[in-house]
């Protein structure tokens, strides 16, 4: 079976990182747990806040690994002498990934009841256009005998 792809185009050159991106970040929006916020703050930062109830900082870890900020938890298992009427408090381990663009840094993360935020800034975005020269092709490039490279 072939496979689709937007990235197709003969016009979109160079995408086949971006693409795999986009799939990873496809697969991994389809988790749901543990349940997160992505906030905007008003210095232009983003705000990554995971419920995480049940666990402590010393049972998270976050890392980038590459272009992705990656969120673990897990703890010790319990003891298997405790018997529920109902369990629904989630402890198990989880893995969250996310993937960032380019330039994205993570600035700050911190615990506070049940909850881990992790602060990340965007670059800012500069607009600039960049001159290509064009060369003519009417006449060969030169050889400088002395040191032996083409002169253009």
């Given at each position: ?15 086949d990182q971006f693409e795999r991106t986009l ?18 703050l008003e210095d232009g930062g983003l705000r ?62 911190s615990y506070d009841n049940g909850l881990l ?36």
């Amino acid at each position: 079976m072939t496979r689709f792809s937007l990235f197709d185009s003969p016009f979109l050159l160079g995408f086949d990182q971006f693409e795999r991106t986009l799939d990873r970040a496809t697969k991994a929006a389809n988790e749901g747990y543990p349940p997160y916020n992505i906030e905007q703050l008003e210095d232009g930062g983003l705000r990554i806040t995971l419920a995480v109830a049940g666990f402590d900082a010393t049972h998270l870890n976050v890392a980038i690994e590459g272009n992705e900020l990656v969120i673990e938890g897990g703890q010790k298992e319990e003891e298997e002498n405790r018997k529920f009427h109902y369990h629904g408090i989630a402890t198990r381990k989880f893995q969250r990934r996310f993937v960032l663009a380019e330039g994205i840094e993570v600035t700050d993360a911190s615990y506070d009841n049940g909850l881990l935020h992790i602060d990340l800034v965007r670059p800012s975005v500069d607009d600039r256009v960049r001159k290509v020269t064009i060369r003519e092709n009417r006449t060969p490039p030169t050889i400088d005998v002395r040191s032996e490279k083409a002169a253009v």
